[in-house]
């Protein structure tokens, strides 16, 4: 199976994920040299406590704290969301599978 890097993934984040997130961005747009004007802005989270982020996203924002051993960021079981396919590609796969 192919998972391309651009595709979401949702994650369970836990407090210190949540605190992880805030101070990423604070770090960018709360320095003296660049003053920005940009409120911080939650991920959104379902009623179960799922996020939807790109995976590349996950990478960047917490590949620095994650490690064997470290604090939990996020809940270790990670859902993948399985693509939604076009009907022609579902009707080419029935054929294929048929041997037709």
Not at 17 to 34: C, M, Q, S, V, Y
Not at 55 to 75: H, K, Q, R, T, Y
Not at 76 to 84: A, E, G, Y
Request: charged share 30%; glycine share 6%; hydrophobic share 40%.
């Amino acid at each position: 199976m192919k998972f391309n890097v651009n595709e979401e993934v949702r994650i369970k984040l836990t407090d210190l994920g949540r605190a992880k997130l805030r101070a990423n961005h604070d770090k960018i747009f709360n320095t003296p040299e660049l003053r920005r004007d940009y409120p911080y802005l939650a991920p959104k989270e379902d009623a179960a406590g799922w996020s939807n982020f790109q995976l590349w996203n996950v990478m960047v924002e917490f590949g620095d704290a994650i490690g064997n051993g470290a604090p939990l960021l996020f809940d270790t079981n990670i859902d993948i969301p399985l693509p939604k396919r076009r009907s022609a590609d579902r009707r080419e796969a029935r054929k294929w599978c048929k041997g037709a």
